[in-house]
């Protein structure tokens, strides 16, 4: 049975943004950069998508894209049924109090001369979310509290805290103007491992809290991925090359790329670490500025066939849900 439109709130179509390659004085265009080349995947409200890769696959890419911080060369994002990529400039206001960003790097996405109840509430101001100073107030403290820091805090500045404390006042200033969807850019990959489970269960713990709330999850961490993550689709090269349920595609993964990446996820059991398969891929990732002809992942494929090469696999529902772009399978 089909699913009604409005239970997805983000609805990604053929999406493609590449970035024009010029050389000489007058900058002449003389190739593109395919960042991302035909990308489809939706996301129901209320649920996380993962999205992995390698880095330089066209993750942070997408996240932008659905920002509009880029506007793509083709495709649609159907987001609340609305196109984010035809919005006037005017109306980008209101779309970036609806979807925020949890950016990767602490350190660096805080200013550091605003203390952190200014970093927080800050967005209250540019999107006139309160009407009086009390309010704004109040609701700053009640985004301390909602992301496990004391409130007395508030006047410190970014220096003062640990990596952790810092990521969790970007995971507030994030849920400052009640968004429908955050998009989790790496939010955990600078961070120690210890305290990575600590963000995750965070993030757990407030989409449980906050009705509705939807997460795509960028990381390059599949290990990571598999516990706050209801689907998950695998990018290699600017395309998306497998997407299904968390459960399926650790238990199911079809595609050879997808495979080769949970091969080289540590296993605690050292029984099954020493006997399990184990893929090696050769060669290095293509340029997305050359990228090679038909699948992208041929070059390095172990199941490739002279066939691979003619044509570019389109995604394909096998059954369940679980798509796949490979003719192997």
């Known amino acids: ?9 983000l609805d990604a179509r053929d999406l493609k943004m590449y970035f024009p390659v010029t050389q000489g004085l007058l ?32 993750k942070t890419t997408i996240g932008r894209c659905v920002l509009r911080l880029y506007k793509p060369v083709g495709g649609q994002i159907i987001f609340n049924g609305e196109d984010v990529t035809s919005l006037p400039e005017k109306r980008l206001k209101n779309l970036r109090c609806n979807v925020a960003l949890i950016f990767q790097d602490p350190y660096s996405s805080l200013d550091p001369r605003q203390n952190a109840g200014g970093i927080i509430g800050e967005p209250l101001k540019i999107h006139n979310w309160v009407g009086t ?3 704004y107030e109040d609701r700053v403290e009640q985004l301390f509290r909602l992301v496990g820091l004391d409130p007395s805090m508030a006047n410190r500045f970014p220096h003062e805290f640990s990596g952790g404390q810092r990521q969790r006042i970007g995971i507030a200033r994030a849920l400052a103007c009640d968004p429908s969807l955050i998009i989790c850019d790496e939010p955990i990959s600078a961070l120690d491992v210890s305290i990575q489970a600590q963000i995750i269960n965070l993030l757990e713990k407030l989409q449980e809290g906050i009705r509705g709330l939807t997460y795509l999850f960028i990381a390059h961490d599949l290990s990571v991925v598999k516990h706050i993550s209801d689907r998950v689709a695998v990018m290699y090269l600017g395309r998306i090359v497998e997407i299904t349920s968390s459960k399926e595609l650790y238990e199911n993964p079809l595609h050879p790329y997808t495979r080769a990446l949970l091969s080289a996820v540590p296993i605690a059991d050292p029984f099954v670490e020493e006997t399990r398969e184990r893929i090696i891929l050769k060669g290095e990732v293509p340029s997305p500025f050359n990228p090679p002809s038909g699948c ?33 399978v």
């Open 133 to 135: 100073n009390s309010e």
């Open 1 to 9: 049975m089909s699913q009604p439109q409005n239970d997805f709130i």
């Open 27 to 58: 900058r002449r265009k003389v190739a593109d950069v395919k960042a991302v080349d035909g990308v489809t995947f939706k996301i129901k409200r209320g649920k996380t998508l993962g999205l992995v890769g390698e880095s330089g696959c066209g």
């Open 296 to 328: 992208p992942f041929h070059p390095r494929c172990f199941m490739a066939t002279p066939e691979c090469s003619q044509a570019v696999p389109p995604l394909r529902d096998i059954g369940g849900g679980h798509e796949v772009a490979c003719i192997r």
